[in-house]
């Protein structure tokens, strides 16, 4: 008797931003981790795939995903910083439509000539001699083409722009750098990357869930644009708003990077209970910690920081907006510098509504001596950055998970963390906590962590032998557990 064959459970890992944009916040780290992951979490009944989409398809990418963007992300971000260039350039290019019909305006009368005789249609008519019109059309094509080459690849346009030419340029190309994908039933697709702009994306996969049969998941890193919509950038949350509002009625389940996220999602949908007319299913998984550069990678000498750095080193990671309280920060290092000696070393983009902390930052007096500000980090300066602090400190009012929390606890560094919900979740009895709008208290905290000496780490680092540090690795294998849960409820 012939025993016929399992086919795996497909899920896929969707994963578009991350893919051509790169960066390394923290739902790129996220999509990033999880898709390089796919084949160590894949089991024998379960394989995971990482996928992009393309503007017309599918595709899933035979290289692993860095912080590096995409060449064709690139060209955009140079086009827009060209942007007057750009428009000079139509300019010119139209001039030239126009001199070019000049030029063949004396062909007209050899074509009149030819089309006496039966020997030409019409292709030249619009070169009628002395024709404003003419010229004129032609100007408008030039335009007109220009117009839709740039609006492919300004940054402020919407993203299924740039999808639908990086899927024309790919087609040809697919067998090289990505393989088609080809949904079936039973496929799961989970929706982990924050491509919220992608409306086209959104309608082939609610498409797909109808006629072929697969499952949509969606993951929620944070529910911040529908319930403190203040402290996020306008474009995130008109963006974020849209999506929410199409995914959450028709999704299979939801997924979500902590348990405290999970609440804040049950408590929304049950405020809002015509967004969603039947049950739903939420299940959570943790985070990995281990940054892409790995701990014996020698330390980079980046943006002027003294090796050693002087005192007692305090690292802060995050992009630099409300939600993180870098101020409560400030405040309190402002306490301590005439107290102990101690550095701050901020590493973190800047982000939006920030004018007054970077004033703060570029203008104070410590600045360059005792105070570093790391804004175009790599994971490699980031490493660098946990080697040599002593302390980490995470001030935010809000967070989804917090992964410098794990990061710090997998370096040893005590970690001093504002007393939130999600944080004691995370961090556990592993982490001092204060409250956010105290920065004396932090200052205090800061204090105690220097009294005790924290730059002396054990080999086996708290985290790990508490079990608030896990790998990449396992915390794919939880995602694969998790969905495969969730899609057989």
């Known amino acids: 008797m012939i025993s016929r064959q399992t086919v795996p459970v497909r899920i896929f890992i969707e994963c578009t931003h991350t893919y051509f944009a790169g960066g390394d916040g923290g739902i790129r780290r996220v999509a990033r981790n999880l898709a390089n992951q796919h084949r160590s979490a894949s089991s024998e009944n379960v394989t995971l795939l990482p996928i992009v989409w393309a503007g017309r398809g599918f595709f899933a990418p035979r290289r692993s995903l860095t912080t590096g963007s995409h060449p064709l992300f690139k060209l955009r971000d140079w086009h827009a910083r060209l942007g007057e260039l750009s428009n000079w350039g139509c300019t010119a290019m139209a001039s030239m439509a126009n001199a070019l019909v ?114 949509l998941g969606v993951m929620l890193h944070d529910l911040f644009p529908l319930t403190i919509p203040e402290m996020c950038h306008p474009t995130t949350v008109s963006g974020y708003e849209w999506w929410f509002n199409r995914v959450a009625p028709s999704a299979d389940f939801f997924l979500t990077n902590s348990a405290a996220t999970g609440h804040s999602l049950d408590l929304y949908l049950e405020a809002n209970p015509d967004l969603r007319l039947r049950p739903w299913r939420t299940g959570s998984f943790r985070l990995g910690a281990e940054l892409s550069a790995p701990v014996e990678t020698p330390l980079k000498l980046t943006a002027g920081l003294p090796c050693p750095p002087l005192g007692f080193v305090v690292l802060a990671v995050g992009t ?60 490699a300066d980031l490493e660098a950055a946990y080697q040599r602090a002593e302390c980490l400190v995470c001030a935010s009012w809000a967070e989804g998970f917090g992964l410098p929390i794990v990061e710090g606890l997998c370096h040893g560094l005590p970690v001093i963390a504002s007393d939130i919900k999600v944080f004691r979740e995370v961090g556990g009895d592993a982490c001092r906590y204060f409250s956010a709008n105290n920065p004396r208290e932090l200052a205090q905290k800061l204090l105690e962590a220097e009294a005790s000496n924290g730059g002396e780490r054990g080999p086996v680092p708290v985290g790990y032998r508490s079990g608030l540090v896990i790998s990449w690795e396992e915390s794919a294998v939880q995602f694969r557990d998790t969905v495969m849960q969730l899609a057989q409820a």
């Open 102 to 215: 000049e030029k063949l305006r004396p062909l007209y009368v050899r074509y009149r000539y030819a089309r006496l005789f039966g020997i030409a249609r019409n292709p030249l008519r619009w070169l009628r001699a002395g024709s404003y019109r003419a010229r004129s059309e032609v100007t408008l094509l030039v335009e007109s083409c220009f117009t839709w080459v740039r609006s492919l690849m300004r940054s402020g346009a919407g993203e299924d722009a740039f999808y639908k030419l990086f899927g024309i340029i790919a087609w040809p190309l697919i067998f090289f750098h990505v393989s088609r994908v080809n949904f079936r039933a039973g496929d799961i697709v989970v929706l982990v990357d924050s491509t919220w702009n992608s409306p086209a994306m959104l309608e082939a996969l609610l498409a797909a869930r109808e006629t072929r049969g697969i499952q």
């Open 320 to 379: 630099i907006e409300p939600r993180k309280n870098y101020a409560a920060i400030l405040d309190a290092l402002d306490m301590l510098w005439d107290q102990i000696g101690v550095t701050l070393i901020l590493v973190g983009r800047p982000g939006w509504s920030n004018a007054d902390i970077m004033q703060r930052i570029r203008s104070h007096r410590y600045l360059g001596t005792r105070l570093f500000h790391l804004d175009n980090a790599d994971d």
